[in-house]
Nanobody
Framework: VQLQASGGGLVQAGGSLRVSCEVS????????IGWYRQAPGKQRELVAD???????NYAEVAKGRFTISRDNAKNTVYLQMNSLKPEDTGVYYC???????????WGQGTQVTVSS
């Protein structure tokens, strides 16, 4: 499984950004695709994920501002981020929860920087 993240960048506080995760390879056993983020000096944390059946899950910091969605025809999962805050700054990683070993796949990450 390969995960290609894209779409990060620099945006002012209050602005919007969409990051994309293109999934390829043996996708049959993927249970869910999620977005995690890691700020400097902090642990990586879940932002949102979407299951194979389309069920979504959001961290408290993302509720009401971020929307995760998927386009099955393009094998791509999106994270639309609105009302961005400086504390949303970090590297955003795409993650696949896989039903077989190695159970986890990570993309290379994309930088999101929100200026105040």
């Amino acid at each position: 499984v390969q995960l290609q993240a894209s779409g990060g960048g620099l945006v002012q506080a209050g602005g919007s950004l969409r990051v994309s995760c293109e999934v390829s390879g043996s996708t049959f056993h993927i249970n869910a695709i999620g977005w995690y983020r890691q700020a400097p000096g902090k642990q990586r944390e879940l932002v949102a994920d979407i299951s194979n059946g389309g069920r979504t899950n959001y961290a408290e910091v993302a509720k009401g501002r971020f929307t995760i969605s998927r386009d099955n025809a393009k094998n791509t999962v999106y994270l639309q981020m609105n009302s961005l805050k400086p504390e949303d700054t970090g590297v955003y990683y795409c993650h696949a929860a896989y039903a077989a070993f190695p159970y986890n796949y990570w993309g290379q990450g994309t930088q999101v920087t929100v200026s105040s």
